[in-house]
């Protein structure tokens, strides 16, 4: 039989944040501590699941428009207009996806050809660099670097474009490290990008969680919005995971041809969720504060914790995860989170799950109550006391 298999979708690594978990799931421990998925311990804001519950018993279960919703483009549009202050038109400029993940998957595809660079900034999210692949572009990895507060760089921008560069994914608030971009960060990497005339993917899913000052977009930089397809969603702000629900804005060139490839694979994102965040873009502003302020508790704690125990971390301030380096052990971040595991049940993810450049790093999610993260600092303080007496310090 001929191999019934694409070469390209077989050389790609399966997820490594999967690949650890799947260890976790295997030991089914209740004392298990578990500090590695990125997912809101908050219940949906009660509004929220309100509305999805009144859209079923009024049987709005149909198909909506491909792009979605006209009254969630419309709202989306309110919204980055309050927030960010960009304005696009709802018609042509926004398509309302399955999550943030199928955004990035069909940006991709709408923007590249065979051959073209992608410029992915690492550690980062997980998919990337995958999708990438399966959109025949390839893939230019910058590594980020601690001693930056894991910030791109314009000289590390400069650096890697080349004459096939097409594409710079933006990936801030970042995850796994927690970085941001400010304001003058971004202007000084919008000045390479125009003067190469490539483009931007801006994942801004984790926009609402950052903890110094408010969140700006490089579409808010002048000659930036008409070359940028801004991602977010509602999964981290309103603590929506399962309703799988994101979107992009941009160019209705690009938006257009996007949504040709949304409409074949996908038709629409799930009715029920749409109408939910309507109501959720609507009347949601208080429920993002609440959780900001008790992720920015939480993170503060970690640091604190962090500091206590002598481990190195660089300050974060996006998100909802800390980055803390264990190089100072000698250990890879695999040995060093499966002894954790093993030792100490707690369960965080290997810093190169998120690439190369994450060696030497754990990334711990806070997105967990104040009382479970204080028992996992507990069980960390005793295991890394165990590891410097067993090397002698």
């Given at each position: 039989?001929r191999?019934?298999?694409?070469?390209?979708?077989?050389e790609?690594?399966?997820?490594?944040?999967?690949?650890?978990?799947?260890?976790?799931?295997?030991m089914?421990?209740?004392?298990?501590i578990s500090?590695?998925?990125?997912?809101?311990?908050?219940?949906?804001?009660?509004?929220?699941?309100?509305?999805?519950?009144y859209?079923?018993?009024?049987?709005k279960?149909?198909?909506?428009?491909?792009?979605g919703?006209?009254e969630?483009?419309?709202?989306?549009?309110?919204?980055?207009?309050?927030?960010?202050?960009?304005d696009?038109d709802?018609?042509t400029?926004?398509?309302?996806?399955?999550?943030?993940?199928?955004a990035?998957?069909?940006?991709?595809?709408?923007?590249?050809?065979?051959g073209?660079?992608?410029?992915i900034?690492?550690?980062?999210?997980?998919?990337?660099e995958?999708?990438?692949i399966?959109?025949?572009?390839?893939?230019?990895?910058?590594?980020?670097?601690?001693?930056?507060?894991?910030?791109?760089?314009?000289?590390?921008?400069e650096e890697?474009?080349?004459?096939?560069?097409?594409?710079l994914?933006?990936?801030?608030p970042?995850?796994?490290?927690?970085?941001?971009?400010?304001r003058?960060?971004?202007?000084?990497?919008?000045?390479?990008?125009?003067?190469?005339?490539?483009?931007?993917?801006?994942?801004?899913?984790?926009?609402?969680?950052?903890?110094?000052g408010?969140?700006?977009?490089?579409?808010?930089?002048?000659?930036?919005?008409?070359?940028t397809?801004?991602?977010n969603?509602?999964?981290?702000s309103?603590?929506?995971?399962?309703?799988?629900?994101g979107?992009?804005c941009?160019?209705?060139?690009?938006i257009?041809q996007m949504?040709?490839?949304?409409?074949?694979?996908?038709?629409?994102?799930?009715?029920?969720?749409?109408?939910?965040a309507?109501?959720a873009?609507?009347?949601?502003d208080?429920?993002?504060?609440?959780?900001?302020?008790?992720?920015?508790?939480?993170r503060?704690?970690?640091m604190?914790?962090?500091?206590e125990?002598?481990?190195?971390?660089?300050?974060?301030?996006?998100a909802f995860?800390?980055?803390?380096?264990?190089?100072?052990?000698?250990?890879?971040?695999?040995?060093?989170?499966?002894r954790f595991?093993?030792?100490?049940?707690v369960?965080?993810?290997?810093?190169?799950?998120f690439?190369?450049?994450?060696?030497g790093?754990?990334?711990?999610?806070?997105?967990y109550?104040?009382?479970?993260?204080?028992?996992?600092?507990k069980?960390?303080?005793?295991?890394i006391?165990?590891?410097?007496?067993e090397?002698?310090?």
């Amino acid at each position: 039989m001929r191999n019934p298999l694409a070469d390209k979708v077989v050389e790609i690594k399966p997820s490594g944040i999967r690949k650890f978990f799947d260890i976790v799931n295997d030991m089914k421990d209740s004392n298990v501590i578990s500090l590695g998925v990125g997912e809101p311990d908050f219940d949906t804001p009660w509004h929220i699941r309100d509305e999805g519950i009144y859209s079923l018993e009024k049987g709005k279960t149909f198909y909506t428009s491909n792009a979605g919703l006209m009254e969630l483009r419309q709202e989306i549009c309110n919204y980055l207009k309050r927030r960010q202050g960009v304005d696009y038109d709802p018609r042509t400029e926004v398509l309302v996806t399955v999550g943030g993940s199928e955004a990035i998957d069909i940006g991709l595809r709408a923007m590249v050809n065979p051959g073209d660079e992608v410029i992915i900034p690492q550690p980062s999210y997980v998919s990337y660099e995958p999708c990438a692949i399966l959109a025949d572009a390839a893939p230019v990895i910058i590594r980020l670097k601690a001693e930056n507060e894991f910030r791109l760089t314009a000289g590390e921008l400069e650096e890697a474009i080349t004459d096939k560069t097409k594409v710079l994914i933006l990936p801030f608030p970042n995850n796994p490290t927690g970085a941001i971009m400010e304001r003058r960060d971004l202007e000084e990497i919008a000045e390479v990008i125009i003067r190469h005339d490539i483009f931007v993917i801006s994942d801004e899913i984790y926009s609402e969680l950052t903890y110094k000052g408010r969140h700006v977009s490089i579409t808010e930089i002048p000659g930036m919005q008409e070359r940028t397809i801004l991602i977010n969603g509602f999964s981290k702000s309103y603590a929506m995971t399962g309703w799988r629900l994101g979107y992009a804005c941009g160019p209705r060139e690009i938006i257009g041809q996007m949504t040709k490839i949304h409409q074949f694979a996908i038709m629409c994102a799930p009715t029920m969720s749409q109408y939910a965040a309507v109501d959720a873009l609507k009347n949601g502003d208080e429920d993002i504060d609440k959780m900001r302020v008790a992720y920015n508790q939480r993170r503060r704690f970690l640091m604190n914790a962090f500091k206590e125990m002598g481990l190195e971390c660089f300050e974060p301030y996006g998100a909802f995860y800390v980055f803390p380096s264990i190089k100072e052990f000698g250990m890879t971040s695999d040995e060093f989170a499966a002894r954790f595991l093993n030792e100490e049940k707690v369960a965080a993810v290997p810093g190169n799950a998120f690439g190369d450049s994450g060696e030497g790093y754990l990334r711990i999610s806070y997105a967990y109550s104040l009382e479970k993260l204080k028992l996992a600092m507990k069980r960390m303080g005793d295991f890394i006391e165990r590891l410097r007496k067993e090397q002698g310090r």
